[in-house]
């Protein structure tokens, strides 16, 4: 048995997981991994479009709409933070 996966399902499971560890480790603020994970659920609908599965795409749909909200009203920006605990540069 082989295990096949589509690129809009590979990009939105290694998206998620970078986003996971991202914010998990302390860079990546609440809003901005929303916004993060909006992009992985929309890859998620795209491969359930493909896919014939257009109720699932629904839900990723949705899903990726509340996201992209949330992302919205937390200030609508992408960036990574910098590490604040190192000492300034001289």
Request: proline content about 4%; cysteine-free; overall charge positive.
């Amino acid at each position: 048995m082989t295990f096949t996966m589509s690129p809009p399902l590979a990009l939105a499971l290694l998206l998620a997981v970078t986003v996971s560890v991202a914010f998990l480790a302390g860079r990546l603020p609440n809003h901005q991994a929303y916004g993060l994970y909006a992009i992985a659920v929309g890859f998620d609908a795209l491969h359930s479009v493909l896919y014939g599965r257009h109720s699932w795409a629904l839900a990723s749909t949705l899903l990726a709409s509340a996201l992209t909200v949330a992302w919205w009203r937390g200030g609508g920006r992408l960036t990574i933070r910098r590490d604040l605990r190192r000492e300034p540069r001289r």
